[in-house]
């Protein structure tokens, strides 16, 4: 799919309304919706009305005059952008009144702008020359720049601090676009236009440099400047583009849709595709600047083979290293039996290959040893929502939440892990929702310009249940359940055992109060179910009165709630909390995981978990084997394989020998790393696909090559179940895509799969797969993206899970009971650390690290109370000894209140930071997802890198000396079998 690099642009927001309009212009009638600007209703007949304030992504400002029109009946000359269509009104937009005021404004705007358009980096694709074009101008009177004596602007400095773009002040037209992007789209009002008159310019904060503000580096403001003021440095470097490809970010779980704007198969930029239904055109620093990693030089292109970990590499071609991972993987299922071996799909890789991964598995390995890095994040919303709602996926649309009046954000850091969802969450919170906040930090979505959480439950980390418990037991016990939905749509007898518990006093929030440390207040408890701190049963009835419904409450959360030894029962109170309320089922509601990576959805859906085939059907139903094995040809086991923590320690035992691991790090984003590392040290053949030697290939005895996300066909699932196409942009780097690799190594094994692309995969995936039947790669070219179940009941896929009922029938009520976790702190370990993400950088920052993101998070440090710094004679800055009952490492130590007392804070993106060398092998009772969120630990000012940091440097320098030894294996040489 080939879209235009130039997309129609109408001017202005398009409208929704039930009442039509029917207005002329120039002659032709033409009817919109009620609402419509003039602007956009002349666009839609066809005629593009002069403008350059003006844009289909803002709300209209009127401050360019270029768009003026004459209105029959009407006096002067309005702007049709501000200027709403009204029932037959004659609209004339060009006449030659209109054409002279029109050159006159451009006149002005021309005799202050460089005429440097033949060496521009904008020409080509500069507003302001085309509307220079458009109005005849031909001559500036009053001369351009100096050339007459008069004060200009064209000397003024350029400001080149950030990395991705370059602002150029001489080219500014003021035209407000990027301050306008910067408030409405992101939320952030970085900018702001600073002076008065004459000397009016953008200006980031007050009058800073762009790296020195605010800014975001979301982009937003780049792609509504209409000139070259705002630019990309990668177009200033390369020129314009000449095609672009439609493909969809491999960052998080947002799934924004992008144009690869493209030279040949270089790509020029990355620009948010308009019509991109989990976007909309606006994008972050990660999707929209930070691809340079897929060309980045630390790519390993070629496979790789050697016998012990401690001998050098050995280039060789791909048929040479499918064989001998193929073989070894043989010999070791010989050796130790057919469970000895298995595989880890990838969350960062397309729907069709993770499918292929577990397919391999289970068809070649003869086993159900497969898993996913769902495990270490998101396996409780899986188990939690499929036990309670009937299926292991999120509600609704990322829009919906425009329709909400009050939303829960619990356990989740939207503007620094989902900042383009968090972008629209801001926009309908500043108009007029409310906002809860349950997080033991202080995250931005708290209070941040135009935006404050109505309540900030600052809970003690480790006691989500109690505060969810605590929750329902105010709405159980006020009279706040909507009891006609619970009669209609909820088993009758968990519902009642559940109100029950959740009503005994010891649930109540002045006794949870002790449990969580938040504060006890049951007004803050009130809002969720009635739109108001101060809501009573009698409001919530006045507001049902008024309005025909309870107030519309939604649900986001992260991980923050899965990581943790009752994550899945936290994921359970949740729908527990929602179905009582009846918010679950239309727009502006919901229960809604914001999943971490790009394809995390997909990886689970596509039957990564041991226990489960595609579409989430348990192993041991004989039904679903059997069509399974009937498109297989292979007899499958009927018992669930190990988890990826059942692996390690199986390894350790010596009973599981080989892994085959597909673009996961699991030494650096597992938990307890140093137990991780024996568990590698101890398996004979790894075999790791990736882009790069991360740290799990540094274990590794075969390296096989990825493909990054430019170089690859296929699909990603979001989180909100929206399955996106990914499409190429470029040739694989090693010649092969990640899919085609899968192949070789499963017809290597004696598995046959004969697939001539990706879509022939997602053929089969539909094939058998209930909720993906109605997928194809021609209906997703045409509607732009499914959500699923896309089936025949729903042959255009589901926006809203459980509209009339409940995927499972009746919703089910859990029992939530609470259990402390067994991570305490002590007297040697009085702190509790919890971690999560940064914004600029990206999961084990394997991609980002190898960007310029690096200019904003060059290192992992410890968030730390002043309380508890000074307590311990640490100051701002300060290298910090951080031990648990795990291990010990050492990171820079930030001072700041973001953090409660007794918490101490950081993120994993960098390996040296060891931040899981810390975590435990606590984990979530039903899935085995380990409780990143809560490790009791001690911290000490040190003068040195921990024991551990100064072991992983040397094991480190020692592979990438290694890793610069490699060369070819001559054809005579052979790798000796263990």
Not at 294 to 309: N, V, Y
Not at 448 to 454: G, I, L, N, R, Y
Not at 787 to 809: I, K, L, S, Y
Not at 886 to 902: M, Y
């Amino acid at each position: 799919m080939s879209p235009s690099l130039h997309e129609t642009d109408h001017g202005t927001p398009r409208r929704d309304s039930e009442v039509e309009v029917t207005l002329e212009i120039d002659g032709q009638p033409v009817t919109v919706p009620q609402g419509t600007s003039v602007m956009r209703a002349a666009v839609e007949a066809g005629v593009h009305v002069p403008k350059l304030c003006a844009t289909d992504s803002l709300e209209p400002f009127g401050s360019c005059r270029l768009c003026l029109v004459e209105v029959e009946g009407r006096r002067g000359y309005p702007a049709s952008c501000t200027t709403p269509v009204e029932p037959g009104m004659k609209v004339r937009t060009q006449s030659p009144k209109l054409q002279d005021l029109r050159k006159g404004v451009m006149e002005l705007y021309i005799s202050d702008h460089p005429l440097d358009c033949l060496t521009c980096s904008a020409n080509g694709r500069c507003e302001l020359q085309d509307m220079a074009g458009v109005t005849g101008l031909r001559e500036v009177r009053y001369g351009v720049g100096g050339q007459h004596g008069g004060a200009h602007h064209l000397d003024s400095p350029k400001d080149e601090s950030n990395p991705y773009f370059s602002y150029d002040p001489s080219k500014c037209i003021v035209c407000n676009r990027c301050v306008r992007a910067c408030e409405e789209t992101q939320g952030t009002f970085a900018l702001t236009i600073s002076g008065r008159g004459f000397e009016s310019r953008v200006s980031p904060g007050q009058d800073q440099a762009f790296m020195d503000s605010e800014c975001v580096s979301c982009g937003a403001c780049v792609e509504a400047c209409p000139t070259a003021t705002l630019q990309e440095k990668s177009v200033i470097r390369l020129g314009q583009p000449e095609h672009a490809v439609l493909t969809t970010c491999a960052y998080c779980g947002v799934g924004c849709g992008f144009k690869a704007e493209m030279k040949g198969s270089e790509v020029v930029r990355m620009v948010p595709w308009k019509d991109g239904a989990a976007n909309e055109g606006h994008a972050c620093i990660k999707g929209r600047f930070a691809w340079g990693y897929a060309t980045h030089a630390d790519r390993i292109t070629t496979p790789m083979i050697r016998r012990r970990i401690t001998d050098p590499w050995q280039v060789v071609g791909w048929d040479e290293a499918i064989a001998y991972a193929a073989g070894e993987f043989r010999r070791l299922q010989a050796a130790h039996g057919r469970d000895a071996v298995g595989g880890i799909t990838s969350s960062r890789c397309t729907n069709e290959e993770t499918y292929l991964v577990q397919k391999l598995v289970r068809a070649g390995f003869g086993n159900n040893n497969v898993d996913t890095c769902a495990r270490v994040c998101h396996s409780p919303t899986g188990y939690g929502l499929k036990q309670t709602l009937g299926e292991s996926a999120g509600t609704q649309t990322f829009r919906s939440v425009a329709q909400a009046d009050v939303v829960v954000v619990m356990g989740a850091n939207p503007t620094d892990g989902h900042p383009v969802f968090a972008s629209r969450l801001k926009r309908r919170l500043r108009e007029g929702a409310q906002l809860v906040v349950i997080d033991p930090r202080r995250i931005d979505l708290v209070k941040s310009p135009h935006v404050q959480a109505a309540e900030h439950l600052a809970l003690r980390p480790g006691t989500n249940v109690a505060m969810v418990t605590a929750l329902a037991h105010v709405v159980v016990t006020e009279g706040l359940v909507d009891e006609a939905y619970v009669a209609q749509r909820c088993d009758d007898k968990s519902f009642r055992e559940w109100r029950a518990f959740v009503a005994r006093p010891e649930n109540a929030p002045e006794r949870a109060a002790a449990r969580t440390a938040a504060v006890r207040h049951r007004p803050k408890r009130r809002l969720y179910a009635t739109g108001r701190s101060d809501g009573t049963a009698a409001t919530l009835a006045d507001f049902v009165a008024r309005h025909g419904r309870r107030p519309n409450a939604a649900i986001y959360y992260g991980l923050g709630v899965t990581e943790h030894s009752q994550g899945s029962t936290t994921v359970m109170g949740i729908a527990n909390l929602a179905m009582a309320t009846g918010n679950v089922g239309r727009e502006g509601v919901g229960v809604n995981p914001l999943r971490g990576q790009n394809n995390v959805q997909g990886s689970c859906d596509m039957g990564s978990f041991p226990h489960e085939l595609p579409g989430y059907r348990h192993v041991s139903d004989a039904t679903t084997r059997a069509l399974f094995e009937e498109a297989w040809q292979v007899t499958l086991q009927p018992e669930p394989g190990l988890r990826i923590p059942n692996m390690f320690d199986a390894a350790l035992a010596g009973r599981f020998k080989g892994l085959y691991c597909q673009g996961e790090d699991i030494v650096q984003s597992d938990p307890n790393t140093q137990h991780v590392a024996a568990a590698l040290m101890a398996m004979e053949c790894i075999v790791v696909q990736d882009l790069f030697l991360n740290e799990t290939a540094r274990y590794a005895h075969v390296f096989l090559p990825g493909s990054s996300f430019l170089e690859k066909d296929g699909t990603f699932t979001n989180a909100e179940r929206r399955i996106s196409r990914v499409r190429k942009v470029m040739p694989p780097k090693a010649g092969l895509a990640d899919w085609e690799v899968t192949v070789k190594l499963a017809n290597a094994l004696g598995c046959p799969m004969d697939y001539a692309s990706p879509r022939a995969v997602m053929d089969e995936i539909a094939r058998l797969t209930p909720s993906f039947h109605g997928v194809s790669y021609d209906k997703l070219d045409r509607l732009g993206s499914l959500q699923w179940p896309c089936n025949e009941a729903a042959p255009e896929g589901t926006p809203t899970m459980h509209v009339d009922h409940f995927v499972r029938g009746k919703g089910r009520f859990i029992i939530t009971q609470y259990i402390a976790t067994d991570e305490k702190v002590t007297r040697r370990f009085p702190l509790i650390l919890t971690t999560g993400r940064t914004l600029s950088q990206y999961n084990v920052g394997a991609q980002t690290r190898r960007t310029e993101n690096l200019r904003w998070h060059a290192e992992d440090r410890l968030e730390i109370h002043p309380h508890d710094a000074e307590e311990r004679g640490i100051r701002d800055g300060d290298w910090v000894g951080v031990a648990s009952r795990a291990g010990e490492t050492v990171l820079r130590a930030t001072l700041t209140d973001r953090v409660q007392p007794g918490v101490v804070y950081t993120t994993f993106h960098f390996p040296e930071s060891g931040a899981n060398v810390i975590t435990t092998d606590n984990s979530d009772w039903a899935t085995n997802c380990p409780e990143y969120k809560v490790t009791a630990v001690q911290v000490m000012p040190v003068m040195q890198p921990s024991e551990w940091q100064q072991d992983y440097g040397r094991f480190r320098a020692v592979q990438d000396a290694l890793l610069a030894q490699r060369r070819p294996r001559e054809r005579d040489e052979a790798v000796p079998a263990k």
